[in-house]
């Protein structure tokens, strides 16, 4: 019985805060423009600075190596096949362009001189379709993976391409649609017919320096111009546009990757400013909140997150490149309401009863989400039996919480 008891305790010890900080991660007076996770093994990061080099991690950010002598200003996994990567370099000189690896990033080759290349997305289909846009020259198209390309600029009321997104027919009702962040608003293409480009809601003075979407139609843009307009919008469809929050010299805003899967809400949005740092919202929007706390440089100019480790968050800043960890400094603060998990060893199933309508993970000890779903109720039965034997770490997001236990597989 004393055993038992115990045991049961040692469950219960389950509700904690946070009390979350940036740490510095490296390049000291480098100025970093772009930071790319790899979207399968969080320990590979690609880091662009803007003295010219693109420096490969293996490791999380203990080591870096020079890759490429080009500060690629976006970089993209292909998505069936993340060794494949692609980039655009677009500093006003003959090196500018569409760049492609086949190699995990370790070298680039050149796929077509671009001038002031700024931007790059990758359909879900037609396979091999790859969209690139470049200030003063619009957007690009090629259908065979980059060998050839062709210009889509029917009815683009500005040239000056910031910022690309697309949404997918198989995740919305209406299509493929391409989205352009110009220095004059957001377009949007209906893909399917092919064109031509039609104007949104957004300011026509407005500079967009960054598109996000999920996979359920859900939109972000970064709208900055140095006007009353500049903040967080977002839509649905990307037709018309709607401000989230006003914040002056905004550079980047990034969906969560957890919410680009349809039993997700789009609750968690991070945004990036040159002036002010970083803000968060937890609520798809409704509020905002700065999270600066251990961030020494607040110029900030994108922000980075790998969907299999969403627990790590990058900003790329003025003075090198920063990483804030939402599982540090877990704080006890409460064990009335305790989460029980049984059994645990488990082999098959584990039982999780409590109070905790919200976001179920299940993580393994690197960090990796294995497993997620959505419960509303006070008891909830996970299949386990597919997982390796070892130690797994459940987390649970609610409104008010986060709630974090572990159990053993056996």
Request: with cysteine; proline share 4%; glycine share 10%.
């Amino acid at each position: 019985m004393k055993k038992e008891i115990l045991l049961l305790s040692l469950i219960c010890i389950g509700f904690y805060s946070y009390s979350q900080q940036w740490s510095f991660l490296g390049f000291p007076n480098e100025s970093i423009y772009e930071v790319a996770v790899h979207p399968v093994n969080p320990d590979i990061i690609f880091v662009s600075s803007e003295e010219g080099y693109l420096y490969k991690s293996s490791d999380g950010g203990l080591y870096w190596d020079t890759v490429s002598f080009y500060p690629f200003n976006s970089i993209l996994f292909y998505p069936d096949n993340p060794d494949t990567m692609y980039a655009t370099f677009g500093g006003g000189s003959y090196s500018d362009g569409i760049y492609k690896s086949i190699d995990g990033g370790n070298s680039w080759n050149l796929l077509k001189w671009l001038y002031l290349a700024t931007s790059i997305t990758i359909p879900g289909y037609p396979q091999g379709t790859i969209i690139v846009g470049a200030k003063e020259t619009g957007v690009y198209e090629s259908s065979d993976n980059g060998n050839s390309w062709s210009v889509i600029n029917d009815s683009l009321g500005n040239l000056n391409i910031l910022s690309l997104t697309h949404i997918n027919p198989m995740d919305c009702d209406s299509g493929q649609v391409l989205f352009a962040g110009t220095e004059g608003g957001i377009f949007y293409y209906d893909y399917d017919n092919g064109g031509p480009w039609y104007n949104t809601n957004t300011p026509t003075n407005s500079q967009v320096h960054a598109l996000s979407s999920d996979n359920i139609c859900y939109l972000w843009a970064a709208i900055d111009g140095n006007s009353n307009s500049a903040g967080m919008y977002k839509s649905t469809y990307g037709i018309t546009w709607d401000i989230s929050e006003y914040w002056d010299f905004i550079t980047d805003i990034l969906i969560n990757p957890l919410n680009l899967s349809p039993i997700y809400e789009p609750n968690t949005i991070y945004a990036a400013d040159s002036v002010y740092g970083v803000k968060r919202t937890v609520n798809g929007g409704v509020s905002w909140e700065t999270i600066n706390d251990g961030l020494e440089d607040s110029v900030v100019f994108c922000l980075a997150q790998s969907p299999a480790d969403t627990t790590l968050l990058y900003a790329g800043t003025s003075n090198g490149i920063y990483v804030w960890d939402i599982s540090a400094d877990i704080e006890e603060v409460s064990n009335k309401n305790c989460i029980i998990i049984y059994p645990n060893p488990a082999n098959e199933y584990i039982t999780i009863e409590g109070i905790y309508p919200g976001r179920i993970e299940i993580m393994n000890l690197q960090g990796k989400i294995i497993k997620k779903l959505n419960t509303s109720g006070t008891k909830t039965e996970i299949d386990i039996s597919k997982l390796e034997s070892g130690v797994y770490t459940i987390r649970i997001e609610t409104n008010e919480e986060i709630i974090m236990n572990k159990f053993v597989k056996e």
